[in-house]
Structures are given as C-alpha cells and as structure tokens.
C-alpha cells in the first residue's frame, strides 16, 4: 500500500495535538482550585485547605510541564507540515499565537516560580497573588487558543488579498459567531476535568481509610462544584449546538446521523452504525423527534441533513458521531455522579458507600476523555475544511516524502508514549505519597516564619560583603 504523505500529516498532527490538550485541560481547572483553596485558608484558617492546595500544587506542577511542553511542537508543525496554511492565514493566525505569548506565558512564567518556590520566601498575600494571576494566565492563554481555533471554524473579519487572509476588523476575528459559546464550552471542560481528578483522587484516600479529612474535604467540593458545573456544561453545550446547526449545519448532520438532504422531526439515535457508502444508518435506537426538538425547540423542525452536500464536503461520519455520544454519555454519568453524592451528603455527609467511592474513582479520566471526544466532534466535524468553507485542509499541506512524516509520526508515538507512562508514575507516586501532615504543614506556613527567615537572609549576606 502507497504511504499518503497528507493523511499521515494530518495524523501526526491530530496524535500529537490530542497529546497535548490532555494536560491543560487539567491545569486550568486545578489552577484554579489552589487558588480557591489557598484564598479559602487565608480567610478561614482551617488548615485542611491549605493541605489541599499544598498537596495539588505537585501534581499541577507536573502536569503543567508536559502541556508546556508538547504544545512546543504544535508550532512548529504548522510550519513543516501545514506550510502553505502558515502562509495564507499567518496574518491573522500568528498574531493571535503571539498575543498568547505577550499574555498568558509571560503573567505565568513571571509568578509560577513565586507560586510553587515561594512558600516560605515571600509573604501569604504575595503567595496568593502569585498563584491568582497563575490561575488568570490559563484562562488567558485558553482564550486566545478558543479565538484562533474558533475562527478557523467561522471565519469572520477578514479580508482574501492574491489568496492570503488579512485582518479587517480584529474585534470580528477575535468575537467571530462561535468563540463565546466554544470559549465557556472548554473552560467549563476543563473546570470538571480537574473537579474529577480531585474527587476521584479524594475517594481513593476515603476507601483506603487514610487522610480521612482531607479526602473528605476535597471530595466534598469537588462534588458540590461538579453539581453545579456539569448542569450548566449541558445548558451551554445546547447553546453551542444552535450555534453549529447556524454556521456549520452539516457537522451536526454527522453528529447526528442525519442523511436525507432535509428532514422534518427528526429522531434522536442513541445508537446507530452510520455507513458512509450507502448513505445510511444501520441498527438505530432513536427517540422520535427528539433531536429536532432539541435542536430547534419544535418536534417537527427541519433539519439539513449530509446528502445536502457532495460526497467529499461531508467529515468522516463515524468519528464524529461516536464521538459526540461519549461526550454526553459522559456528561449524563457527570450529573448522575453529582446527583448521587448530593443523596448521599443528605443522607450522612460523609460518602462511605464503597459502590459512590468506586464510581468516583473510575470517573477520574471522565473529564480528559469527554474533552478529547469534544474536540473530535469540533475539528473532525468541520472537515474537509480547515478554515471552514475557505480553505481545504488537503490543500495546504507541505509537499513531503511520506517516508519522513512517517518516521517523524513514529518516533511522536514512541516518546510521547513514554513520557505520558513516566506522567503517569509519577502522578501515582504522588498520590500514593499522599498529602503533608499537619505537624509539617506548621513548619511551612507561609507569612508567618517566612518573612523574618528571608529578612535575616538578606541582613547575613549584607554583613558578608561588607565583610568580604
């Protein structure tokens, strides 16, 4: 069989892109928790708080590391393997990357080293700040990210001059139809992807009888946030889906195995097999009417279905429609999870059935896996087109031997496949470490003994050069 230099491209690319938003799909949201953690325990002094947020930090500094990291290379395939996009669309696209950089990794790599080094060298308030504006950085740099991919799926604010994008209105790149509603879409994501890391972490600690406290602390929040997080994603993805059925009817038409070019009341199919050559769906489960309903709010609306297009303008079906069902299987198991531990937080308030710990526990990667089949929906779902209804992803690929991209492909999957195991152990060791005592914790208080240490500090080193 001939190697195809563009698939193995666009495989490279989706492999190590995939790679890539597992880890700051988790680092937003956990960010986020140490900040609300610590500015808990400044304000309440209980020192459980600031056992969490000291015992996350680790795991956060790990997995903010591999993000970094990996998401070097994406850069750099652009130019190698995607030239002749970097060409047409560098006008709008580079400055949106660059704006990430003068933003969100300049606030994080000017306070993440106060934040995780600082502990005992800077004051409390300092601290928090730190770890605040840490926090803020990945929410900026997600922005900025949600802005460049959102107006690669609608386009708006540009002008085509000789076959290049120039920017004619930035407020219209950067506010394009979509970004708003895929912006709230992914933070939210990556708020549960940490809310289930941390409680499911925190159910393992409650089944082995250890770090009673503190698990039942974090698992505690990690449940009330998810009780209120996974029923405003759901709210909000519906939002987004009228938004795609507006812009770009014919990924929803793969997300929901609609075929005929228009169909009025269509079903809602928990299960299909879609066949892309005869143009149908075998074994369907569906709910009559429902996905119009859903999608348009009327039982009978009308729906574009794929046949609406030719043949090689629709996705790949499958990918997109498994996809989107893993997405909101999970998403229903999300609230299920939340609604159980709110019966169980009525009933005792402690979460010691072994049957909610497990479920807790199996539910860890829950976050990361529906973020990554959302992002299959998202970028399979606007194919052929990689900047939607303007350019076709087959036609901006750099001309390579598909011998190189081949080899380049496999030593991605080798050492990414190494380094995501080295993650892992890591992680683990962590967790099985487990979080400080309290004994320690009294010696690392931060603002307490850390002010006066650094200000003797500084006096000695004075006295030694005066000295010297």
């Excluded at 081949?406 to 995501?420: C, D, E, R």
């Excluded at 099985?432 to 240490?453: C, N, S, T, W």
């Amino acid at each position: 069989m001939e190697l195809d230099a563009a698939i193995l491209s666009r495989i490279q690319f989706a492999f190590t892109v995939s790679f890539h938003i597992i880890f700051p799909a988790m680092t937003i949201g956990l960010a986020t928790a140490i900040a609300i953690w610590e500015g808990l325990w400044l304000k309440t002094r209980n020192p459980v708080y600031f056992q969490l947020a000291k015992f996350w930090i680790k795991p956060f500094a790990v997995t903010f590391g591999m993000g970094v990291v990996s998401g070097i290379v994406l850069s750099y395939e652009f130019g190698t393997n995607f030239s002749r996009f970097s060409e047409i669309t560098g006008a709008v696209l580079g400055p949106l990357m660059a704006y990430e950089v003068l933003t969100a990794f300049f606030l994080e790599a000017g306070f993440l080293g106060v934040m995780l080094f600082g502990w005992q060298r800077v004051g409390e308030k300092l601290h928090f700040f730190s770890t605040c504006v840490v926090a803020l950085g990945t929410w900026i740099s997600a922005f900025w990210i949600i802005v460049a991919n959102s107006w690669m799926q609608t386009p708006a604010g540009y002008a085509l001059v000789d076959g290049r994008f120039e920017v004619a209105s930035w407020m219209e790149v950067i506010f394009n139809p979509s970004m708003p509603y895929r912006l709230t879409h992914m933070l939210l994501a990556a708020m549960l992807s940490a809310t289930f890391l941390v409680g499911g972490v925190s159910a393992w600690y409650l089944y082995q009888g250890r770090d009673r406290a503190f698990g039942r602390k974090g698992l505690s929040m990690a449940l009330w946030a998810a009780l209120l997080l996974a029923p405003v994603q759901a709210i909000v993805g519906d939002f987004h889906g009228l938004n795609v059925k507006e812009h770009q009817p014919i990924k929803v038409a793969a997300m929901e195995g609609i075929w005929p070019e228009t169909e009025r009341g269509a079903p809602l199919l928990l299960f299909a097999v879609p066949d892309m050559e005869a143009e149908t769906n075998h074994f369907e489960i569906a709910i009559p009417k429902l996905a119009s309903l859903i999608l348009t709010h009327e039982p009978d609306g009308e729906l574009q279905g794929l046949k609406s297009v030719p043949a090689d303008e629709r996705p790949y079906v499958p990918l997109v429609f498994y996809s989107f069902r893993i997405m909101v299987g999970l998403g229903v198991l999300m609230i299920g999870a939340a609604l159980w531990g709110l019966w169980l937080r009525r009933k005792n308030g402690r979460f010691e059935s072994r049957p909610f710990q497990w479920l807790m526990m199996l539910m860890i990667p829950s976050g990361v896996i529906s973020t990554l089949a959302g992002w299959y929906v998202a970028e399979v779902g606007r194919q052929p087109w990689l900047v939607h209804g303007l350019v076709r992803t087959m036609e901006v690929v750099s001309p390579l031997p598909a011998e190189r991209v081949l080899f380049s492909l496999t030593l991605f999957v080798l050492t990414y496949s190494l380094l995501f195991c080295v993650y892992l152990y890591f992680m683990a060791k962590l967790v099985r470490k487990g979080p400080p005592d309290m004994a320690r914790l009294e010696q690392h208080m931060i603002g307490i003994k850390a002010p006066g240490f650094a200000l003797a500090w500084v006096k000695k080193m004075q006295h030694d050069v005066v000295e010297n």
